[in-house]
């Protein structure tokens, strides 16, 4: 639920030549919402732990946009580590 609003904040530049009124309505709701979630996951988990979670999940979020959306190269090297970074991921939030 938390992934499309940090996406829609990391790709709003390369993509603001289309549709750039919706966009922006779209980057500041998206904003709003991430902001409000990551208040939400403070509330129950610790700071240490919630931050680097939602950045952790909006950095995957990005990379496979990143491939999907603009065609960029799914190298081993980048599949190896997103897999690792959510590994991370699961293990913040078990600790």
Same mark, same amino acid.
């Given at each position: 639920?938390?992934?499309?609003? &940090?996406? /829609?904040?990391?790709?709003?530049?390369?993509?603001?030549?289309? *549709? $750039?009124?919706? !966009?922006?309505?779209?980057?500041? %709701?998206?904003?709003?919402?991430?902001?409000? &979630?990551? /208040?939400?996951?403070?509330?129950?988990?610790?700071?240490?732990? *919630? $931050?680097?979670? !939602?950045?952790?999940?909006?950095? %995957?979020?990005?990379?496979?946009?990143?491939?999907?959306?603009?065609?960029?190269?799914?190298?081993?090297?980048?599949?190896?580590?997103?897999?690792?970074?959510?590994?991370?991921?699961?293990?913040?939030?078990?600790?």
């Amino acid at each position: 639920m938390k992934i499309l609003p &940090l996406h /829609a904040h990391f790709t709003y530049y390369q993509i603001k030549n289309r *549709a $750039y009124r919706l !966009w922006s309505a779209g980057f500041v %709701v998206c904003l709003v919402v991430s902001m409000w &979630l990551l /208040a939400i996951a403070v509330q129950t988990l610790p700071i240490g732990t *919630a $931050y680097p979670v !939602w950045t952790g999940i909006g950095a %995957v979020g990005t990379v496979l946009l990143g491939i999907v959306y603009f065609h960029e190269r799914a190298s081993f090297a980048r599949i190896f580590f997103m897999i690792t970074l959510i590994a991370s991921i699961i293990g913040l939030k078990m600790v």
